[in-house]
């Protein structure tokens, strides 16, 4: 009877007795992550050189003259406020009014994405467009943005060189 | 004699019972951010996360009401899992305690699973073991707004088990 006591105790004491498998204790814990907008844009910069002069029949330079090129834009945009703006600004030289238009492009995914041709028939600075879409974060390779310029024959004859810069800023708002 | 013996048994076991072992686990920030400076180098427009994203977060985690000589595994997992293909390594800095309070087969870092994995083999109470933290396998595309990480740490009699 005395033995039966014993081990009957000592059965108990065995399974009450933490072994290896057992969870003394657990511990909840959590903390946030917080994955800021980015908005990166890059334009490649590019040089357009402008095309000897361009002549009429009448020996005259154009009247009006047309340049197009092609930028590489890359970008990695995640979610930014809603209703995004892509806004683009493009600096001419001095005493250079344009008027000018891009083609719009329509990436297959993106934040922003530019709404249809710009047009500006401003001085020398430029404009905003308006964005739509707002249909995913997924880096683009590139998109071909098309800049027309345009000017007239007195602006033309006020270029002081055959190269010029265009410098183009893109930013995701 | 035999009443001697069972009250012995009777004590020790209340007290094995009673002994409550205590974990602690405090962050050091509630909130990490994660921005553009964690892009893949050069952090050009086009790039996504970097792969592995050593976080600004560190954790100290306390054992306590253990015996001196009790061996224990700290395990941690992590439910539910970030969103994304994101997850979470933890690394124990083993040199922030000291080395007798050091187990054998503590893992060297932890990779946040579902199922509870080993993290630290310890000896008796520690104070103060440091925890860092890595983000791995992040996307731009998956990861975005706040999300709460969740990790639960388990404490358990015996050492941890040999890893693979």
């Given at each position: 009877?005395?033995?039966?006591?014993?081990c009957?105790?000592?059965?108990?004491?065995?399974?009450?007795?933490?072994?290896?498998?057992?969870?003394w204790?657990?511990?909840h814990?959590?903390?946030d992550?917080?994955?800021?907008?980015?908005?990166?844009?890059?334009?490649?910069?590019?040089?357009?050189q402008?095309?000897?002069?361009?002549?009429?029949?009448?020996?005259?330079?154009?009247?009006?003259?047309?340049?197009?090129?092609?930028?590489?834009?890359?970008?990695?945009?995640?979610?930014?406020?809603?209703?995004?703006?892509?806004?683009?600004?493009?600096?001419?030289?001095?005493g250079?009014?344009?008027?000018?238009?891009?083609?719009?492009?329509?990436?297959?995914?993106?934040?922003?994405?530019?709404?249809?041709?710009?047009?500006?028939?401003?001085?020398?600075?430029?404009?905003?467009?308006?964005?739509f879409?707002?249909?995913?974060?997924?880096p683009?390779?590139?998109?071909?943005?098309?800049?027309?310029?345009?000017?007239?024959?007195q602006?033309?004859q006020?270029?002081?060189?055959?190269?010029?810069?265009?410098?183009?800023?893109?930013?995701?708002? | 004699?035999l009443?001697?013996?069972?009250?012995?048994?009777?004590?020790?076991?209340?007290?094995?019972?009673?002994?409550?072992?205590?974990?602690?686990?405090?962050?050091?920030?509630?909130?990490?951010?994660?921005?553009?400076?964690h892009?893949?180098?050069?952090?050009?427009?086009?790039?996504?996360?970097?792969?592995?994203?050593?976080?600004?977060?560190?954790?100290?985690?306390?054992?306590?009401?253990?015996?001196?000589?009790?061996?224990?595994?700290?395990?941690?997992?992590?439910?539910?899992?970030?969103?994304?293909?994101?997850?979470?390594?933890?690394?124990?800095?083993?040199?922030?305690?000291?080395?007798?309070?050091?187990?054998?087969?503590?893992?060297?870092?932890?990779?946040?699973?579902?199922?509870?994995?080993?993290?630290?083999?310890?000896?008796?109470?520690?104070?103060?073991?440091?925890?860092?933290?890595?983000?791995?396998?992040?996307?731009?595309s998956?990861?975005?707004?706040?999300?709460?990480?969740?990790?639960q740490?388990?404490?358990q009699?015996?050492?941890?088990?040999?890893?693979?």
């Open positions: 009877m005395k033995h039966r006591i014993i009957s105790i000592l059965a108990l004491f065995a399974f009450l007795t933490p072994s290896a498998q057992i969870i204790t657990e511990e814990t959590h903390f992550l917080h994955f800021e907008p980015i908005a990166l844009i890059a334009v490649s910069q590019q040089e357009i402008l095309s000897p002069s361009m002549t009429t029949t009448s020996g005259l330079p154009a009247f009006t003259d047309s340049l197009s090129a092609s930028f590489h834009l890359r970008y990695t945009i995640s979610p930014v406020s809603p209703g995004p703006q892509l806004v683009h600004s493009v600096s001419l030289p001095i250079l009014s344009s008027s000018w238009s891009t083609i719009p492009f329509l990436p297959a995914s993106g934040t922003c994405s530019l709404a249809p041709s710009a047009t500006h028939n401003g001085t020398d600075q430029l404009l905003a467009s308006n964005i879409g707002h249909s995913g974060t997924a683009q390779d590139g998109i071909p943005l098309t800049v027309r310029i345009s000017w007239s024959h602006q033309y006020n270029l002081v060189a055959n190269l010029h810069l265009l410098n183009l800023t893109y930013q995701c708002l | 004699m009443v001697r013996m069972i009250l012995l048994i009777v004590y020790l076991l209340i007290i094995n019972i009673l002994k409550g072992q205590s974990l602690a686990v405090n962050y050091s920030q509630s909130l990490v951010e994660i921005t553009g400076t892009l893949h180098p050069p952090q050009t427009a086009g790039a996504d996360y970097a792969s592995s994203i050593p976080l600004n977060q560190g954790a100290f985690v306390s054992v306590q009401d253990v015996r001196s000589r009790a061996t224990w595994c700290l395990l941690a997992y992590g439910n539910p899992p970030i969103q994304g293909s994101a997850t979470l390594k933890i690394i124990p800095d083993i040199a922030s305690v000291p080395p007798e309070v050091v187990g054998t087969n503590t893992p060297s870092e932890l990779m946040l699973q579902v199922q509870p994995q080993p993290l630290f083999s310890g000896i008796g109470p520690v104070d103060q073991l440091f925890l860092s933290f890595t983000l791995e396998h992040a996307q731009v998956q990861n975005v707004n706040t999300s709460p990480v969740y990790i740490y388990q404490l009699e015996g050492g941890c088990p040999p890893g693979p």
